[in-house]
């Protein structure tokens, strides 16, 4: 399991390293998502979670949910194009799992893909660190609005 920043990045996730949010698949063909816990340490405490709709369509680097923290307020963008599924009622009453458990109880959104392959693009595996790393440098974060 890769450690990126003090934080364990389970290797069974797929990333997506501009948006910071992970995706875990499921047996249904569904995909968790959530946010990385590098994004969540940058929106300081973490007030609200408002997602996207059951049924909406969500695309590719568009919002499917808006965060509002002491320090950031933004959007939770797509890694690919879908369908929200669901998200996670929790969340919503209690926005501070985000910063508690990110890759557990703070997962945001369940998604179905438009497409088989939604995994293309996103970094997985042994991959996870060099990609975080090269991202970083890029310092692309600091210029990410809403």
């Given amino acids: ?21 992970w995706y875990a698949a499921e047996p249904d063909g569904a ?12 929106m300081g405490d ?6 996207k709709r059951t049924g909406q369509e969500v695309e590719k680097d568009r919002w499917i949910a ?4 002491g320090k ?6 797509a890694g690919f194009d879908g369908v929200v599924l669901g998200h996670n009622e929790r969340l919503v009453d209690r926005p501070e799992l985000l910063m508690q458990d990110a890759f557990g ?5 369940r998604l179905r893909p438009a497409r088989d392959v939604w995994r ?12 975080f790393d090269a991202w970083l440098l890029t310092g692309a974060y600091k210029d990410r609005t809403a």
């Fill in 1 to 21: 399991m890769p450690k990126i920043l003090d934080a364990d990045y389970p290797d069974d996730r797929f990333y997506d390293m501009d948006n910071q949010v």
């Fill in 31 to 42: 995909v968790r998502a959530g946010f990385t816990p590098w994004a969540v340490g940058l």
């Fill in 46 to 51: 973490v007030l609200v979670f408002t997602p």
């Fill in 66 to 69: 808006m965060v509002e923290g």
């Fill in 72 to 77: 950031w307020v933004g959007a939770a963008r």
């Fill in 105 to 109: 109880e703070g997962w945001m959104m």
């Fill in 120 to 131: 293309d693009g996103l970094v997985t595996g042994e991959a996870i660190g060099p990609a």
